[in-house]
C-alpha cells in the first residue's frame, strides 16, 4: 500500500502543457503531449553532456575552495590541481554532467533509451509470473523504470493520458500525474518487433538541481522518448565477440591483428579497421582495489591522463541487463577522438577502448558509441541479483540511511510491480 506521501503526490492540480513539439505527433482528438518542446532538437538526447547554471556555479565554487582549502599533507586531488589548472572544476562538471543509458537485450527484448541525468543505483525488480523483471535505476532525485507494460496502476492517479506517433513507435500512449513530484509513463511497441515496452521517468522538479533542473515530463517528451532504439541496427556493421562469460561488439570489417598479455596481468585483444583501433582489455579484479568501473574513477584518470580539460568529453553510466558500467566519450570532429568502456563481473575487469579518426573512418560518432555501448555477460542474472551501488564509502551511506531516497523510490517501484 502507497504511503501517505505517495498518496497525496496522486491529487490532481492544475499543470501547464506545451505545445506538441514537431517530432512528437498527436493523433486528432488527443490531448497535446505533457511537456512537449518544439524548441528542443529531436536529436537532444544525442549529447551526454548537459550542464546548467546551477553546475556551473556550483563548479566555480567547488573550484576556488579547492585552490584555497589545500591540505597538509595534500591528497591526491590536491596535488592533481596543483598540477593542472582547471581540474576541479572540469571534475565537478563532470560529475554533474553524466548521463544514463539502459541496454535491454535478453530474449527477444531488444532496446536502447538514454535520459540526461546520473545514476546512483540500479535495481532489477520481478514482476508477475511469466513477464520479465523491470529495470529501474535512481538519480538523486528522480528514477527511472523500463520494462514490459507496468502502467495499470498508474492509471488509479493519472490526471491525463493520450496517444502519439513518433518514428519507430507504434501504439504509443502516455499516462500522466503532477504534484509534489511528477510521473510520466509511457506504453508503445518498436516497428521491427513484436515485445511491447513501458517506460516510467518520475521526480520532484527543482530548478536548483545541478543534476537535473528539468522537470519529468519535459525529460520524458524531448530527451527520453526520442532516444528509444532498437538494437536491432546494430547488426547492419557490428557483430558479438565472445570472450568467456563476457561479450561485445566490433565493426564486421575489424580484423584481430593480436592478442597479448602486458604487465603480466592484463589479457588484450587489438583489432584494426580504416581509422580505427580498438583494444578489449580483460585483467581480474584485485581484493581491496577501488571498483574501476565507477563513473568517477574514469573521470578522474582520462581528465588526469590526457589533461585535455577543454574538450567537452562526455560521461554516462551504461546499464546492459541491469549490469552497470562507466562510458568516457572524447570526440572531436574529424580528429583522434576515443570512448571507454569499462565493466566487470565477479572474476575480471573489462576495459573496452576504441580510439578512432572520423574523417578517416566510414563509422559515425554515434555508431561506434552506439556499439561500444552494447556488451553483456553470460551470467547476468546472477550478477544483477544484489542492488548495483554507483557510489561508495560515506556518501554511499548516507544515501542508504535517508528516510527519502531509498523508501519513496521502493514505494513507486511496488506500485508499478503491481
Do not use: C
Not at 315 to 339: F, Q, T
Not at 367 to 373: K, V
Amino acid at each position: 500500500m502507497l504511503r501517505k506521501s505517495v498518496i497525496m503526490m496522486a491529487v490532481a492540480t492544475a499543470f501547464t502543457i506545451n505545445v506538441s513539439a514537431v517530432q512528437i505527433e498527436v493523433p486528432a482528438g488527443q490531448p497535446p503531449m505533457p511537456g512537449a518542446d518544439a524548441s528542443i532538437p529531436a536529436n537532444a538526447y544525442e549529447n551526454y553532456r548537459h550542464i546548467n547554471k546551477v553546475a556551473e556555479q556550483e563548479a566555480e565554487s567547488y573550484s576556488q575552495f579547492a585552490k584555497s582549502n589545500p591540505k597538509n599533507p595534500p591528497s591526491t586531488l590536491d596535488k592533481l590541481n596543483l598540477e593542472h589548472p582547471g581540474f576541479s572544476k572540469a571534475l565537478e562538471l563532470a560529475d554533474y554532467s553524466q548521463s544514463t543509458v539502459v541496454l535491454i537485450h535478453e530474449g527477444d527484448k531488444n532496446i536502447r533509451l538514454s535520459v540526461p541525468n546520473v545514476s546512483f543505483r540500479g535495481d532489477v525488480i520481478k514482476t508477475e509470473p511469466g513477464k520479465w523483471p523491470l529495470f529501474a535505476v535512481r538519480s538523486l532525485s528522480s528514477f527511472l523504470v523500463v520494462g514490459p507494460p507496468h502502467g495499470k496502476e498508474l492509471s488509479k492517479y493519472a490526471e491525463g493520458e493520450g496517444k502519439y506517433n513518433y518514428p519507430g513507435l507504434r501504439n504509443a500512449s502516455w499516462k500522466f500525474m503532477s504534484n509534489n513530484s511528477r510521473i510520466m509513463y509511457t506504453e508503445f511497441t518498436p516497428d521491427d518487433t513484436k515485445t511491447t515496452y513501458g517506460v516510467t521517468y518520475g521526480g520532484w522538479v527543482n530548478t536548483e538541481d545541478p543534476y537535473q533542473d528539468q522537470a519529468p515530463e519535459v525529460v520524458m517528451s524531448n530527451y527520453i522518448i526520442p532516444s528509444i532504439e532498437s538494437l536491432s541496427g546494430l547488426d547492419n556493421y557490428s557483430q558479438i565477440e565472445h570472450w568467456g562469460n563476457f561479450h561485445y561488439r566490433i565493426p564486421k570489417t575489424a580484423k584481430l591483428v593480436s592478442e597479448a598479455v602486458e604487465n603480466e596481468r592484463h589479457e588484450v585483444r587489438t583489432y584494426e579497421d580504416t581509422g580505427v583501433k580498438i583494444r578489449v582489455i580483460r585483467s581480474a579484479i584485485m581484493s581491496k582495489e577501488t571498483d574501476n568501473t565507477l563513473i568517477k574513477v574514469p573521470i578522474i584518470y582520462y581528465l588526469h591522463k590526457y589533461n585535455d580539460l577543454d574538450t567537452p568529453t562526455q560521461y554516462a553510466v551504461v546499464w546492459n541487463n541491469g549490469i552497470p558500467g562507466s562510458l568516457v566519450d572524447a570526440y572531436k570532429p574529424n580528429r583522434e577522438s576515443y570512448l571507454r568502456h569499462v565493466v566487470k563481473d565477479s572474476v575480471y575487469y573489462y576495459s573496452y577502448r576504441i580510439n578512432y579518426d572520423e574523417s578517416k573512418t566510414s563509422y559515425t560518432h554515434k555508431q561506434l558509441r552506439d556499439m561500444i555501448e552494447y556488451v553483456g555477460f553470460d551470467d547476468a542474472a546472477r550478477l544483477r541479483k544484489d542492488p548495483q551501488w554507483r557510489e561508495e564509502g560515506t556518501y554511499k551511506e548516507s544515501l542508504e540511511n535517508s528516510s527519502i531516497f531509498i523508501p519513496w523510490y521502493m514505494e513507486w517501484i511496488k506500485l508499478l510491480s503491481k
